[in-house]
């Protein structure tokens, strides 16, 4: 930061110089991959202290200050010095026109659509499928949304749902539970801008999924594939390299502001490895059945009318539509106000009470109908709403009251499409893989360290809206603050 009387750069209250870079005082140095870890260091970027030296896994290598996957599904993707992130090759042919649905043809695991987008896969009744609800929280990880996450997430809150998991005493008494006994888990769309990154590190750490919603959250609409992927793909590789994360683990994105991108922006999924996308509203109708995900092999069945959709076919890429959310009823209109974010469908004056009804009201749509995944999108203004966590504590009550009902599972995004691609009918889905618990990847589990005392990155940042630009994070503070034409910071 700027010394206004020095006119110097200077480090951070409780930081110092150490080659070159601003360290924490009371923290051990944070180094990455190829680095000494002799002395005490810390090792980041997805590394881990073997023999005095910051390893990656076998199947990792060390790239750009951080451990990245040998065998991406983003290899297609290098970072043009200073110009962001490019395609290494470009597409042959154009992709075709997609067609309406065909289930004679379309087959999972890598394919699935109905014609009405409203029946579950596999053939499976409403009555043999788990009703999944899907906790997805949008924007930056901060000082004002992580102590939501932490309470939410925390320990010793709510009893096991309707028997304790095997060898529980030796367990720590998370939350709420599902009727197999695991632990519930949430996906996080992080943007970086404001972003703390030892707060992303507390989310992977905890199991959860990261997914991508853009570097500079504006909206992208429009845009070409080439932002699309400076964008999207910048932002795996910042929570990657800076929340010590796994960037190979990161398959899902959602559009900032909502605002999908149509062709260009499945075009970027296709090729850089996103699995799915969760930005596109579905609005059946009134008194309609909300609708499933599908792959975009095939045109949506689902209206697709507020942003651009898709007019080609990618294969294998799910979209997982944002069904509106009912909130309060409007008797002059003798209508629900609905929208896709759950705060634009409730008044700021909603009591606990109201917004708890509401959730249930949403979920017993889908519940008592076709099963189709409840996805709530929280973010800190549902939460925090009236300045007194209305919407936290509704939310909190809405979980307590579904740890008792057995055939409802709250999963992540990434666990659903699991699922959907070898569904299972209830009976058999407590033991299904993508359900199982512990979930979350473990790297070097056993010396894996909690960060407490993170680095506090700080830049001047004249041209970007504000003069000043900062972040926390345990591993290195990158020489540049990471941005959509540098993501990783470096040189």
Known sequence: MCCS?????????????????????????????????????????????????????????????????????????????????????????????????????????????????????????????????????????????????????GTNRFKYATFPPRN????????????????IKGTFFVSHEWTNYD???????????????SITHVSLEGSSTSRWLSEMDGQRRIMAKFGNSREEAITGMRAPQLAAGGDHMFEMMLRAGFIYDNSIPANGGKGSEPFWPQTMDYRPSFPCNDRPCPTRSYPGVWEIPLNQFYGRFLPQIGAHQRSSMMRAAVPLNASVDELYQMLRHNLARSLDSNRAPLVLTLNADYLQLNEENSGMQALERFLESISHEPNVFVVTLKQLVDWMREPLPIERSREHPALRCPLGFARYSAGKEQCAKPNKCIYRTPGMGSPEHQFLTCSPCPDSYPWVTNPTGNP
Request: hydrophobic content about 25%; overall charge positive.
């Open 5 to 153: 009387d020095s006119k110097k750069c200077i480090c951070a209250l409780g930081h110092s110089i150490r080659e070159s870079k601003c360290s924490s005082d009371d923290a051990p140095p944070f180094v990455g991959p190829s680095h000494s870890c002799s002395r005490g260091e810390r090792c980041a970027g997805g590394s881990a202290c073997v023999r005095g030296v910051c390893a990656c896994e076998a199947d990792h290598r060390a790239e750009e200050g951080y451990c990245r996957p040998i065998e991406a599904p983003n290899a297609d993707v290098t970072l043009a010095g200073g110009n962001g992130l490019r395609f290494k090759s470009k597409i042959a042919t154009q992709r075709p026109r997609s067609t309406p649905c065909d289930p004679s043809r379309c087959k999972l695991p890598d394919c699935f659509c109905t014609p009405s987008g409203r029946l579950p896969p596999s053939g499976l009744l409403p009555s043999q499928t788990p009703q999944f609800v899907i906790l997805t929280f949008d924007d930056a990880v901060n000082g004002r949304t992580l102590p939501d996450y932490k309470r939410l997430f």
């Open 168 to 183: 529980w005493h030796n367990r720590l008494s998370t939350l709420h539970r599902n009727p197999n006994g695991c632990p």
């Open 199 to 213: 707060g992303v590190q507390w989310i992977e750490d905890g199991g959860h999924e990261l997914a991508s919603n």
